[in-house]
Nanobody, 126 residues
Framework: QVQLVESGGGSVQAGGSLRLSCTSSVYTYTLGCMGWFRQGPETEREGVAVLCTGGDTTYYQDAVKGRFTISRDNAKKTVYLQMNSLKPEDTAMYYC???????????????????WGQGTQVTVSS
Protein backbone atom coordinates (compact mmCIF):
# COMPACT_ATOMS: atom_id res chain seq x y z
CA GLN A 1 0.00 0.00 0.00
CA VAL A 2 1.34 3.43 -0.96
CA GLN A 3 1.32 6.07 1.77
CA LEU A 4 1.05 9.75 0.89
CA VAL A 5 1.63 12.45 3.50
CA GLU A 6 0.85 16.10 2.81
CA SER A 7 2.25 19.13 4.59
CA GLY A 8 2.60 22.86 4.10
CA GLY A 9 -0.97 24.06 4.43
CA GLY A 10 -1.90 27.08 6.50
CA SER A 11 -3.60 30.45 6.57
CA VAL A 12 -2.49 33.35 4.39
CA GLN A 13 -3.89 36.60 3.15
CA ALA A 14 -4.95 37.06 -0.44
CA GLY A 15 -1.94 37.56 -2.68
CA GLY A 16 0.27 35.41 -0.50
CA SER A 17 2.05 32.15 -1.24
CA LEU A 18 2.25 28.64 0.16
CA ARG A 19 4.13 25.53 -0.87
CA LEU A 20 2.51 22.17 -0.29
CA SER A 21 4.53 18.98 -0.10
CA CYS A 22 3.44 15.39 -0.61
CA THR A 23 5.89 12.70 0.43
CA SER A 24 5.35 9.19 -0.84
CA SER A 25 6.39 5.88 0.65
CA VAL A 26 7.68 4.85 -2.79
CA TYR A 27 9.61 6.63 -5.51
CA THR A 28 7.32 9.02 -7.33
CA TYR A 29 8.37 7.84 -10.77
CA THR A 30 6.78 4.44 -10.01
CA LEU A 31 3.36 6.02 -9.50
CA GLY A 32 2.66 7.24 -13.02
CA CYS A 33 0.73 10.43 -12.44
CA MET A 34 0.79 12.22 -9.11
CA GLY A 35 -0.90 15.44 -8.20
CA TRP A 36 -3.10 17.68 -6.12
CA PHE A 37 -6.83 17.89 -5.70
CA ARG A 38 -8.90 20.17 -3.50
CA GLN A 39 -12.30 20.18 -1.88
CA GLY A 40 -14.04 23.19 -0.42
CA PRO A 41 -16.76 23.02 2.27
CA GLU A 42 -19.54 22.95 -0.33
CA THR A 43 -17.80 21.69 -3.43
CA GLU A 44 -16.79 18.36 -4.87
CA ARG A 45 -13.17 17.30 -4.96
CA GLU A 46 -11.56 18.74 -8.08
CA GLY A 47 -8.23 18.35 -9.81
CA VAL A 48 -5.82 21.23 -9.37
CA ALA A 49 -2.49 20.12 -10.81
CA VAL A 50 -1.05 16.79 -11.90
CA LEU A 51 2.39 15.70 -13.03
CA CYS A 52 2.83 12.51 -15.05
CA THR A 53 6.01 10.54 -15.68
CA GLY A 54 7.21 10.09 -19.20
CA GLY A 55 8.39 13.59 -19.84
CA ASP A 56 7.01 15.08 -16.63
CA THR A 57 3.94 16.34 -18.39
CA THR A 58 1.90 18.72 -16.26
CA TYR A 59 -1.81 19.49 -16.23
CA TYR A 60 -3.52 22.38 -14.47
CA GLN A 61 -7.03 23.45 -13.74
CA ASP A 62 -7.76 26.66 -15.67
CA ALA A 63 -8.37 28.64 -12.47
CA VAL A 64 -4.81 28.07 -11.23
CA LYS A 65 -2.82 28.34 -14.45
CA GLY A 66 -0.06 30.92 -14.12
CA ARG A 67 -0.34 30.93 -10.31
CA PHE A 68 0.36 27.33 -9.24
CA THR A 69 3.31 25.15 -10.21
CA ILE A 70 3.66 21.43 -9.61
CA SER A 71 7.09 19.82 -9.42
CA ARG A 72 8.79 16.82 -7.90
CA ASP A 73 12.03 15.68 -6.31
CA ASN A 74 12.53 11.99 -7.04
CA ALA A 75 15.31 11.58 -4.48
CA LYS A 76 13.04 12.91 -1.74
CA LYS A 77 9.99 10.98 -3.03
CA THR A 78 8.14 14.27 -2.87
CA VAL A 79 5.82 16.27 -5.10
CA TYR A 80 5.34 19.98 -4.48
CA LEU A 81 2.65 22.50 -5.27
CA GLN A 82 3.88 26.09 -5.24
CA MET A 83 0.88 28.36 -4.91
CA ASN A 84 1.32 32.06 -5.59
CA SER A 85 -1.13 34.95 -5.80
CA LEU A 86 -3.56 33.04 -3.65
CA LYS A 87 -7.22 34.02 -3.69
CA PRO A 88 -10.00 33.41 -1.15
CA GLU A 89 -11.57 30.98 -3.61
CA ASP A 90 -8.47 28.80 -3.28
CA THR A 91 -9.54 28.00 0.28
CA ALA A 92 -9.99 24.24 0.53
CA MET A 93 -8.61 21.00 1.84
CA TYR A 94 -5.84 19.97 -0.51
CA TYR A 95 -5.24 16.29 -1.14
CA CYS A 96 -2.33 14.51 -2.75
CA UNK A 97 -3.21 11.67 -5.11
CA UNK A 98 -1.22 9.11 -7.04
CA UNK A 99 -1.49 5.95 -9.06
CA UNK A 100 -3.61 6.86 -12.04
CA UNK A 101 -5.62 3.85 -13.19
CA UNK A 102 -6.40 4.93 -16.75
CA UNK A 103 -10.12 4.30 -16.47
CA UNK A 104 -10.93 6.65 -19.30
CA UNK A 105 -11.03 9.95 -17.45
CA UNK A 106 -8.54 12.75 -17.82
CA UNK A 107 -5.50 13.30 -15.60
CA UNK A 108 -7.44 15.76 -13.44
CA UNK A 109 -10.31 13.33 -12.86
CA UNK A 110 -10.39 12.29 -9.19
CA UNK A 111 -11.87 8.90 -10.01
CA UNK A 112 -8.68 7.98 -11.84
CA UNK A 113 -6.55 7.85 -8.72
CA UNK A 114 -5.94 4.91 -6.44
CA UNK A 115 -3.95 6.39 -3.57
CA TRP A 116 -4.82 9.45 -1.48
CA GLY A 117 -3.32 11.39 1.38
CA GLN A 118 -5.22 12.74 4.38
CA GLY A 119 -5.19 16.32 3.19
CA THR A 120 -3.84 19.65 4.35
CA GLN A 121 -5.98 22.74 4.87
CA VAL A 122 -5.34 25.96 2.97
CA THR A 123 -7.23 29.06 4.06
CA VAL A 124 -6.93 32.36 2.18
CA SER A 125 -8.44 35.46 3.75
CA SER A 126 -9.38 38.61 1.89
Amino acid sequence: QVQLVESGGGSVQAGGSLRLSCTSSVYTYTLGCMGWFRQGPETEREGVAVLCTGGDTTYYQDAVKGRFTISRDNAKKTVYLQMNSLKPEDTAMYYCAAGRRLLGGGPLDRDEYKFWGQGTQVTVSS
